[in-house]
T-cell receptor, first 115, second 116 residues
Framework: AQSVTQLGSHVSVSEGALVLLRCNYS??????LFWYVQYPNQGLQLLLK??????LVKGINGFEAEFKKSETSFHLTKPSAHMSDAAEYFC?????????????FGKGTRLHILP | DAGITQSPRHKVTETGTPVTLRCHQT?????MYWYRQDPGHGLRLIHY???????DKGEVSDGYSVSRSKTEDFLLTLESATSSQTSVYFC???????????????FGAGTRLSVL
């Protein structure tokens, strides 16, 4: 069964610094991988997705993630943090082959931006 | 949140009371989902629907039931609310016409439920 682990429930970075949010997955087949972002008092919205077309995936708001099969990782990065990036970020995995396949979400990482 | 409306947005109720949460979509998407979000647990799937009158259980379905009589509406019912069901509930939809489309979910703004 697929699973996803996000390392660090809270991450703090200074404004302008590199953002790195870690995600490792487990899947028995080539997975679909996603990052979602949740701003305060809102639902989740898709940040980016990996569909096997390219290992480096670019998303909205300057974020990108790299799929590394050998490390079973899909870490999220942004070169320069902005105050508006403060939110909770969820990594998700799906094998997606059948109707019954679900998206499994990680427990989330809350990103704090320090002025 | 576009195209997805959850109601109510906030609710306070007492233990043992039945509660129904509604999710309404205007996107005509096939799949609809109910999740609960709790600190330290992320999102956990309660029930989902893959068509009108077609529903199935998720990871944490005990104490919850769902119904989908129309494409646009997916109801979540707590037959007898307990304090452990205090949570934020999110509805999500996905197109479901292709494998990848099924996995891209769009979320409502959530319903904050407190069971006292």
């Amino acid at each position: 069964a697929q699973s996803v682990t996000q390392l660090g429930s809270h991450v703090s970075v200074s404004e302008g610094a590199l953002v790195l949010l870690r995600c490792n997955y487990s899947s028995s087949v080539p997975p679909y991988l996603f990052w979602y972002v949740q701003y305060p008092n809102q639902g989740l919205q898709l940040l980016l997705k990996y569909t096997s077309a390219a290992t480096l995936v670019k998303g909205i708001n300057g974020f990108e993630a790299e799929f590394k099969k050998s490390e079973t990782s899909f870490h999220l990065t942004k070169p320069s943090a902005h105050m508006s990036d403060a939110a909770e970020y969820f990594c998700a995995v799906s094998e997606g082959m059948n109707r019954d396949d679900k998206i499994i979400f990680g427990k989330g990482t809350r990103l704090h931006i320090l002025p | 949140d576009a195209g997805i409306t959850q109601s109510p947005r906030h609710k306070v109720t007492e233990t043992g009371t039945p509660v129904t949460l509604r999710c309404h979509q205007t996107e005509n998407h096939r799949y609809m989902y109910w999740y609960r979000q709790d600190p330290g647990h992320g999102l956990r799937l309660i029930h989902y629907s893959y068509g009108v009158k077609d529903t199935d259980k998720g990871e944490v379905s005990d104490g919850y039931s769902v119904s989908r009589s129309k494409t646009e509406d997916f109801l979540l019912t707590l037959e007898s609310a307990t304090s452990s069901q205090t949570s934020v509930y999110f509805c999500a939809i996905s197109e479901g016409q292709a494998v990848l489309a099924k996995n891209i979910q769009y979320f409502g703004a959530g319903t904050r439920l407190s069971v006292l």
